[in-house]
């Protein structure tokens, strides 16, 4: 399947890197990399706003930062979820299905006169 | 500072993790086969921009600010530093602008928001009588009656204390120190000061003991005195002083900052007020009171009214026309200030609206210079918001460098108007920098920043970066930009034309009002104050009216014989005196008036007049020119006669007949007055130009307070001369207040003076900066268009074309700000209300010719853009990119 580089809103971002994280805890180019394996290559983080979008959800305490060694033995920057994370992973996770559910609602609206 | 520390860090960590994912990224594609080098291209070029992305990290910590700031500070300063001519154009504009505004603000914050230096002064207030029938100009208000006051005193309920001062200031001749000195005293009730919070500096009030009998009389000296006459000696309390020849007791020495009577000199008790203190008569009693706490302004109204009409009941004759107000105690230098400052406060704004705007075209001419490296510095990485802000920075620091010359400005400028400033506006001398003056200056600065600096920062991150740096002609980037600039300048012009309109009517005004004819001869006349001491008042109450009469023919003569020996002065033509100079700033001697004859209306409604005391020759002196019978001789000395003005001759005798008449200016005391008709006079302005005409009653006799010596030639020079001719008479008379007619004049129309003076100032100062800005458009434009007139003039289009395209826009510009700040102008100028003279506020000379003295100074500020294009080289123009 062709990866589709699509656009990522910040929100969505955040909900995907959240989701990651909780899987365990894992560095910046780990979390890029996982988020293309699960979605089955459908989705390519631009690694650009990948890193922002990180500080951004260290800076409001959903994730927090640990310094520690890689698969390679070389330092680099872990982040893990935290209890707020968790709470916060939970809202954004019934958001998105909300959302889902009503955008499918109105996609499945008959045409008039079809 | 520690924030640097971790800002250190951070970068360092930052830099680190990303470096460790294009490590990564280029790992896995070597692995994948790549060639190294090839594998971190490749790496770096799916990561997108890494210092983007790192400046968006850096971004997400506000923290960071303070670092941010610093740095952009230093880059702003370095960028200033670089391009000095605009930097020194820019500076000195908002010094300008900054420094007026500071400036009169100064003086708005320190006479009209200077709190009245008395304790809890918000529950003080003014009790005064009305005429509910003006038939008196100048003073729609007067104090109480000594008998009221102290009947109301003990029965009002709503106030917690009632005290009074008089406003009728006596004189007093200090002698025994020296030279002797003429010192002005005013009354206080024994409560006065403790009900104001006054704090003594050395002393006390008046108490109880000062009242007893056989106590010395008991003075407190204002601080002005005390400074000057006793050298602040706090060992003078104590002393005993002569004032008329009698011991006083000093008791207590005021504060610096109490100004409750301007003029007074000494303060003395009401006991010792040289009149009846039962008297329902006389209004001298200005009446300070303290409303008890929860009682509002309104409820003490009501129930002076009750005690009011009480007092009507029981006083009919005296009570009749007379109303009571009670208002919230103010500074009374306040209320007249309030509409020339709140004029000069809006004029100001409007020139540093004017003098932003010029800012803001300046600055939208260097960024656009300056396009390519905002670019450049945008595609390295920094962001919108970031390049923003320093952009802010920098039009930020200009305006606060542009402040503090401003602050130079404004100090340098207290100097020189502080000498020009009326010494009524006493209160503008105390204005400084200092306090709130600086904060508000500190605001104005950061505003101005802002204001000068949004605009053109926004748009300089709005432009496409990749068509800059394409080869692209410049004049499709700058066509935006070239709105703006014309709707600027026609702000510009429009705000300046209202301060110019505004400035224009004052002068008209003032012009006006120096037409007024006084009724006498100003030029060469000196004048100055000598007083014979008072006779106590015991003594004076005593005396029958035959030797009240031998007394005022025996001080008239001696008067007389001094204006004689001061006659025979080389250079002087004519000396005589009068008890009141004309052109008083306030009311000093008038009395209510009934003709015999004529229906006797009730006390409140009978007409006042001034009265003066004069000399023989008096207005001979003065050139007042004599209307109908004869005026004062000797013979008239020991009789009551009396000269009147023209204009209460036909008021009260339409016919002509005022001669042999008789009036009664006592008809309120028991005893009447009649004085017989011998002359009418031509009117006099006895208070400013401006003020309505009054009534005149002359006297002879007596020593009149103040000579005037009219000389053929330079009268100042005969002050020292003149005073050694009074001492001769008596050298215990103090001389004082020597000034010339003219110097009077100009006192009195000093409170019109000044603002416009000020006004006119800012006005010009509006004018140039728009001018300013309508040259630098101009200029701007024509240099941006060099190629699109080469091109014209290629195509064979004359110099003559060019120069009326150029002037074309030019007056399209100056015309479209001329119809808006005509507008405008109609709009406002109603506003300045009481400062116009004869002038209607939308004057049509002044409407006409401000605009065309500006069309013709904006053409001078276009001739040169104009001249630059027409000289411009097609060749060269076309050749040039």
Redesign the interface.
């Known amino acids: 399947m062709n990866p589709i580089k699509t656009d990522l809103l910040q929100g969505t971002l955040d909900l995907l890197i959240l989701k990651t994280v909780a899987l365990g805890p894992q560095h910046g180019y780990g979390i890029s990399l996982r988020i293309q394996q699960i979605s089955r290559e459908a989705l390519q983080v631009r690694q650009g706003s990948l890193y922002p979008a990180l500080h951004r959800l260290e800076r409001r305490g959903w994730i927090a930062a640990e310094w520690g060694d890689s698969e390679n033995n070389r330092r680099a920057k872990f982040y893990k979820i935290t209890r707020a994370g968790r709470r916060q992973l939970e809202v954004e996770e019934t958001n998105w299905e909300r959302l889902a559910i009503a955008i499918g609602q109105v996609l499945s609206t008959v045409e008039p006169g079809a | 500072m520690r924030d640097l520390f971790h800002v250190k860090q951070s970068e360092r960590?930052l830099d680190?993790?990303?470096r460790?994912?294009v490590?990564?990224?280029t790992?896995a594609k070597i692995r994948a086969g790549m060639a190294p080098e090839e594998a971190r291209r490749a790496a770096l070029r799916?990561?997108?921009?890494?210092q983007?992305?790192k400046e968006?990290?850096r971004?997400?910590?506000p923290s960071q600010f303070l670092a941010q700031f610093w740095s952009d500070l230093c880059f702003g300063l370095r960028m200033l530093a670089k391009n000095r001519g605009f930097t020194a154009v820019a500076v000195l504009t908002l010094a300008l602008g900054i420094g007026a505004t500071t400036a009169i603000f100064s003086v708005v914050s320190s006479v009209l928001l200077r709190p009245l230096p008395y304790a809890n002064a918000a529950n003080l207030v003014l009790i005064q009588n009305t005429y509910s029938s003006a038939t008196v100009a100048n003073f729609p208000k007067v104090g109480l009656s000594p008998g009221d006051f102290f009947d109301w005193r003990g029965r009002v309920r709503e106030l917690s204390d009632v005290a009074a001062y008089s406003t009728v200031s006596a004189g007093f001749n200090l002698t025994g120190m020296g030279d002797p000195q003429r010192v002005n005293a005013a009354y206080a009730s024994s409560n006065l000061f403790s009900l104001l919070g006054v704090r003594f500096i050395a002393g006390r009030n008046f108490g109880p003991e000062d009242e007893q009998a056989g106590a010395a009389r008991a003075i407190i000296l204002s601080h002005r005195l005390w400074q000057s006459r006793f050298g602040g000696d706090p060992g003078s309390v104590g002393r005993i002083v002569d004032l008329d020849g009698a011991g006083y007791l000093i008791t207590g020495v005021l504060p610096a900052d109490f100004s409750l009577v301007r003029g007074a000199d000494i303060w003395m008790g009401v006991s010792q007020f040289q009149d009846n203190l039962t008297s329902r008569v006389h209004h001298d009693f200005t009446t300070v009171a303290r409303l008890k706490p929860g009682v509002t302004v309104a409820q003490a109204q009501q129930e002076m009214e009750a005690l009011n009409q009480q007092a009507l009941r029981d006083f009919p004759d005296t009570h009749k026309n007379f109303g009571v107000a009670v208002e919230q105690l103010q500074d009374p230098s306040a209320k007249s200030m309030r509409t020339p400052l709140m004029v000069l406060m809006g004029v100001v704004s409007f020139v540093l609206l004017i003098a932003c705007a010029n800012i803001v075209n300046l600055l939208l001419a260097r960024n656009a210079a300056r396009r390519r490296e905002t670019a450049l510095r945008a595609a390295l990485g920094a962001s919108r918001s970031r390049l923003v802000r320093q952009q802010l920075t920098e039009s930020i620091l200009l305006a606060f460098i542009g402040g503090i010359f401003g602050l130079a400005l404004a100090w340098a400028g207290f100097q020189i108007l502080g000498q020009l400033a009326p010494p009524e506006l006493a209160s503008v001398k105390e204005a400084g920098i200092h306090g709130w003056v600086l904060a508000f200056a500190f605001a104005v600065c950061f505003l101005s920043g802002i204001i000068s600096g949004a605009v053109p920062a926004f748009r300089s991150v709005k432009t496409d970066l990749n068509s800059i740096f394409k080869k692209e002609s410049k004049s499709s980037a700058s066509g935006n930009s070239q709105r703006l600039q014309g709707v600027l300048v026609v702000s510009q012009i429009a705000l300046a034309l209202i301060p110019l309109i505004s400035a224009g009517l004052l002068m008209r005004s003032f012009r006006r009002l120096m037409n007024v004819d006084p009724g006498f001869r100003t030029g060469h006349v000196l004048t100055m104050e000598a007083t014979q001491p008072n006779l106590p008042f015991a003594v004076t109450s005593k005396m029958s009216a035959a030797q009240f009469l031998e007394l005022s023919r025996h001080q008239a003569s001696e008067f007389e014989q001094t204006a004689a020996r001061i006659q025979c002065l080389p250079g002087v033509v004519r000396v005589s005196g009068v008890s009141v100079l004309p052109l008083a700033s306030e009311l000093r001697s008038a009395s209510r008036f009934v003709i015999e004859g004529q229906p006797l209306p009730d006390a409140g409604a009978r007409p006042v007049a001034q009265t003066r005391s004069v000399g023989l020759s008096y207005f001979a002196a003065m050139q007042i020119p004599l209307i109908q019978g004869r005026v004062f001789e000797q013979t008239d000395w020991t009789q009551t006669n009396a000269v009147i003005n023209e204009s209460m001759a036909r008021r009260f005798w339409p016919k002509g007949d005022a001669l042999g008449k008789r009036v009664n200016v006592c008809s309120l005391d028991p005893q009447p007055c009649w004085s017989s008709i011998i002359g009418v006079v031509g009117d006099v302005s006895q208070f400013n130009l401006d003020a309505a005409p009054t009534f005149d009653i002359y006297y002879s006799g007596g020593w009149p307070r103040y000579f005037v010596i009219r000389t053929d030639s330079d009268p100042a020079a005969l002050a020292s001369a003149a005073t050694a001719e009074i001492h001769k008479s008596d050298s215990m008379l103090p001389v004082a207040q020597i000034e010339t007619l003219d110097e009077l004049l100009a006192a009195s129309v000093a409170p019109r003076h000044f603002p416009m003076l000020l006004l006119t100032i800012f006005a010009v100062m509006a004018l140039l900066l728009a001018c300013v800005g309508v040259y630098g458009v101009m200029n701007y434009a024509v240099s941006q268009r060099t190629r699109e007139i080469g091109v014209r003039m290629a195509l064979g289009a004359r110099q003559r074309d060019v120069l009326r395209m150029v002037l074309g826009r030019g007056a399209r510009l100056t015309l479209a700000g001329i119809a808006l700040g005509l507008a405008g102008a109609f709009a406002v100028t109603r506003l300045l209300g009481s400062l116009l003279y004869q002038v209607r506020p939308t004057d049509p000379v002044t409407f006409l010719g401000v605009p065309i003295l500006f069309v013709l100074v904006a053409l001078v500020a276009c001739w040169i853009p104009a001249r630059r294009a027409m000289r411009v080289d097609p060749m060269a123009a076309l050749r040039t990119d």
């Open positions: 960590e680190a993790e990303l460790f994912h490590e990564q990224q790992e799916e990561f997108g921009g890494l983007l992305a968006e990290c971004d997400e910590y």
